[in-house]
């Protein structure tokens, strides 16, 4: 995979919903009105400086050179196979997703993944990373595939949280790596 921004650590793991008799039982309706303000649509140029400041909000590094390359590899905005999409709100970019089609690699039928996704902490725990993944689906299912696939840091607990309520699970393969010093 080109990268994997499966990188925020365990940090933010949100405790189990409480009854609705409990104080914290508002956050399903602030959740559901954001999510229904919420935009999902193919990246712009000019939405490139957001995507980089939420990207460095949560990795702590700003890559613009590696975010133009991104921008210039995923983002016309008109193949199903190469998906970089937003998502706004209130006019603002809110989170992104970005994900491709890849063709028999290891060995596997075509397949789509997800190899980043991103919210803004401040819109977090709206559905719209939800919604980002809804989309990204429906372009891979019209480019023809059939299995969604990524891959995860196996610390990071929230993303692992989030990919298994949309109701991922442990594929059939392991990674491996070595060091390749001397
Ligand atoms: C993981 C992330 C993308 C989720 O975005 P989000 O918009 O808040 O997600 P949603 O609101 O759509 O949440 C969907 C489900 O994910 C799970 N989830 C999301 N955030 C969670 C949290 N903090 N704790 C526990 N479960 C969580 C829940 O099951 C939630 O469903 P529910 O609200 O009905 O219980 C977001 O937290 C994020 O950007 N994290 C940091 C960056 C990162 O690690 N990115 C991964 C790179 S691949």
Do not use: H
């Not at 935009?39 to 400086?49: G, T």
């Not at 991104?70 to 196979?81: I, Q, S």
């Not at 709100?89 to 690699?105: L, N, P, Q, S």
Request: proline share 5%; glycine share 10%.
């Amino acid at each position: 995979m080109t990268r994997v921004t499966t990188r925020a650590g365990a940090g933010n793991i949100r405790p189990r919903r409480r009854p609705a008799s409990t104080a914290q039982a508002a956050a399903p309706e602030v959740a559901s009105q954001v999510a229904s303000q919420v935009a999902v649509r193919a990246v712009r140029r000019q939405d490139l400086d957001r995507v980089i400041a939420i990207d460095a909000s949560v990795t702590g590094v700003e890559k613009r050179a590696y975010w133009l390359s991104v921008l210039r590899r995923y983002g016309d905005g008109e193949t199903p196979e190469r998906q970089f999409l937003v998502a706004e709100v209130d006019g603002r970019v809110a989170g992104f997703i970005i994900g491709e089609v890849r063709d028999w690699e290891f060995g596997a039928p075509p397949c789509g993944w997800v190899f980043a996704i991103d919210v803004a902490p401040e819109f977090r725990l709206g559905g719209i990373a939800t919604r980002m993944l809804d989309a990204l689906r429906t372009g891979f299912r019209r480019a023809g595939v059939r299995k969604l696939r990524t891959m995860l840091a196996r610390d990071n607990t929230l993303i692992l949280s989030f990919f298994r309520s949309q109701g991922m699970m442990t594929g059939p393969f392991i990674p491996l790596e070595m060091d390749l010093d001397g």
